[in-house]
Every structure is written in C-alpha cells, then in structure tokens.
C-alpha cells in the first residue's frame, strides 16, 4: 500500500530541546516536502526536496532543517524549538515528470513546544 | 512562483443546500490543480484533481472544472450532507514546483 509515514503522531517538548519528525515513502518519489498548517494560515511550505542530496527552501524554513541522505527518507529537525513552531506538520511525496502526479501526505504530527 | 486565492470561510449550510467554495490560481506553463479536503482531527485527503482546460474533476458529488480563460477551479456539490463538514483546499502545482494551497474554507453543514 502506498504511505507516507511520519512519526512521532503527537509530542510535547520544551524550549531548546533538539528534535526530529521523522518521514518516510514507500513509493520511490523523487519529490518529498514539509509544511506546517497553522489556524487562518493554511498550509505553507517548510522545505522541500527533489531527489537525494538536494533540498530548497519553502516559505517558512527558519528554525527548521532538512536532510535527505536516501530517497525514501526526509526527515525534518527542529534544533532550538521554539513555541511559535507548535503546529501539525505534514510530510508529502510525489513523483515527478507526467502531470497532474497525485501527492500523497502523512497522518500529520502534532507539536506542541512549552 | 504559483499562488492560491481561495474563497473565505467560515461557510455554514443547512444539509441539502448547493455548496460553492471558489478559488483562483496563478501558475506558469501547465498548471495541475486540485482540491483537497480535511475531516476533524485527520490528515488531507486528495478529494478531486484536474490536469489541463476544461477538465472536469469530481468525486463524493463534488465538482470542479479547470478554466484557464478564467484561472478558476471552484468546487461545487449539489446537496451537501452533514458528512461534508470538514476544511477543504485548493491547491496548484506546475511541472516540478512545489504544491501550493489556498489557506483553507471550512464547511459547517447543519441538519
């Protein structure tokens, strides 16, 4: 079956202490992303990625990090959280080339920083 | 790069009333358009898409079609159901751009 896995669901942490929201596809896309949904905002772009070793900006990068080290994985840290970066996160995927490419998101993860 | 303007919300409808949600898009090239909807408490769920002019996507009764004269994708349905409560998206993406969303309408339909 064809999934986007994010994890942890739901966290509760603390100022300053580094974590990391882990993504993984199980589709082969080259095309992988992170946005954050905030009340009267929507949902805007963190970073993204279009094959291993390459990872742009979204709208909203600071205070986050990216890396993907292999192509089913991207996973996205938050070095300092802060509280203004308490938000559910999506991770996305799809492929590229073609139109119309069906992107698939996460369950989403709740973050909540105190 | 690609932009989103999506109709406003709150929208409250009594069940069995026309659902409008309108949106507009602004893309280069070949722009791929698509609605997504939010139920309370889960994740997105790719409701409807369209890939080029005069597409029409629908799904669950819901309807949009993609009008390039206007730039438009509205999501229409002819009867709501109190089931169609939830947070619907518009969203665009063309070639490799990233996806981009509307900022959301939500729907509040009463029995």
């Known amino acids: 079956e064809a999934q986007v896995t994010q994890n942890p669901r739901y966290l509760i942490t603390v100022t300053g202490k580094k974590l990391t929201v882990t993504c993984s596809q199980n589709?082969?896309?080259?095309?992988m992303s992170w946005y954050r949904q905030d009340p009267g905002l929507g949902l805007r772009q963190i970073y993204y990625s279009m094959n291993v070793e390459v990872t742009d900006k979204g709208d909203v990068p600071e205070g986050y990090k990216v890396s993907r080290k292999e192509k089913r994985n991207f996973p996205l840290i938050l070095e300092s959280p802060s509280p203004n970066q308490t938000s559910l996160y999506f991770c996305?995927?799809?492929?590229?080339?073609?139109?119309?490419?069906?992107?698939?998101f996460g369950e989403g993860s709740w973050l909540t920083v105190v | 790069g690609d932009s989103v303007t999506q109709m406003e919300g709150p929208v409250t409808l009594s069940e069995e009333a026309f659902l409008t949600i309108n949106c507009t898009y602004t893309a280069t090239g070949y722009p791929s358009l698509f609605w997504y909807v939010q139920y309370p408490g889960e994740g997105l769920q790719l409701l409807l898409k369209a890939t080029k002019a005069d597409d029409k996507g629908s799904n669950k009764g819901f309807e949009a079609t993609y009008r390039k004269e206007t730039t438009s994708f509205h999501l229409e349905k002819g009867s709501v159901q109190v089931s169609d409560s939830a947070v619907y998206f518009c969203a665009v993406y063309s070639g490799n751009t990233p996806l981009v969303f509307g900022k959301g309408t939500r729907l509040s339909v009463i029995a």
């Open positions: 589709m082969n896309h080259e095309y």
């Open positions: 996305a995927s799809r492929g590229l080339g073609g139109r119309g490419n069906t992107i698939y």
